[in-house]
């Protein structure tokens, strides 16, 4: 099974691919996707046409995403979590299911710390899928939530900090569809 992690962020998002049908987890892409647009519409778009993109590559059967957390800056997380919302539906739209997960949970899991830094988690993502070096920050972000899925998915995870609710499949293909009641 192949899984999609999304590190969300309105100038560079994250995204770290691993094979997961194996018993360990086995390392298949990672990156992170550009955004050079300044307008905030053509910002979102952005990041909505490269997950689209990473999607369409690498078939990805789940996509896992850092959850929002409450940042100091008010402006930088209403980005954050604009950038989340934009991944969020262009996974959907692509009739994905999507899990979110805490950014403490992801750092606990994959470095057993879960105030780790940046440092520790590319090194010990590097270490869990044996890379010959180190993956850049976001890179690293994005693996590790893919990796804290993966683990959640085979019961190694507590889901206290896991978010229980994910995106489910409509019953309709088509917003288009939809009739109110």
């Given at each position: 099974?192949?899984?999609?992690?999304?590190d969300p962020?309105?100038r560079?998002?994250?995204?770290?691919v691993?094979?997961?049908?194996?018993r360990?987890?086995?390392?298949?892409?990672?990156?992170f996707?550009?955004?050079?647009?300044e307008?905030?519409?053509q910002?979102?778009?952005q990041?909505y046409?490269?997950?689209?993109?990473?999607?369409g590559?690498?078939?990805?059967?789940?996509?896992?995403?850092?959850?929002?957390?409450?940042?100091k800056?008010?402006?930088s997380?209403l980005?954050?979590?604009?950038a989340?919302?934009?991944?969020?539906?262009?996974?959907?739209?692509?009739?994905?299911?999507?899990?979110e997960?805490?950014?403490t949970?992801?750092?606990?899991t994959?470095?057993g710390h879960?105030?780790?830094?940046?440092?520790?988690?590319?090194h010990?993502?590097?270490?869990?899928?044996?890379?010959?070096?180190?993956?850049q920050?976001?890179?690293?972000?994005a693996?590790?939530?893919?990796?804290?899925?993966?683990?959640s998915?085979?019961?190694?995870?507590?889901?206290?900090?896991?978010?229980?609710?994910?995106s489910r499949?409509?019953r309709s293909?088509?917003?288009?569809?939809?009739?109110?009641q």
């Amino acid at each position: 099974m192949i899984l999609l992690g999304i590190d969300p962020g309105s100038r560079r998002t994250g995204y770290g691919v691993i094979d997961a049908s194996g018993r360990v987890p086995r390392y298949i892409a990672s990156g992170f996707i550009r955004i050079t647009a300044e307008e905030l519409a053509q910002r979102l778009a952005q990041v909505y046409a490269g997950i689209g993109e990473l999607i369409g590559e690498y078939r990805p059967a789940e996509v896992a995403i850092e959850r929002v957390f409450v940042a100091k800056n008010a402006d930088s997380a209403l980005k954050l979590g604009q950038a989340r919302g934009s991944a969020i539906v262009c996974a959907a739209n692509h009739g994905l299911p999507v899990f979110e997960y805490a950014a403490t949970l992801v750092k606990q899991t994959v470095t057993g710390h879960g105030g780790a830094d940046k440092a520790t988690m590319q090194h010990m993502v590097a270490s869990t899928l044996k890379l010959d070096g180190l993956p850049q920050s976001d890179a690293a972000d994005a693996l590790g939530i893919a990796l804290t899925h993966c683990f959640s998915q085979r019961g190694l995870v507590t889901r206290g900090n896991a978010s229980s609710a994910r995106s489910r499949k409509s019953r309709s293909s088509s917003w288009r569809s939809y009739t109110p009641q």
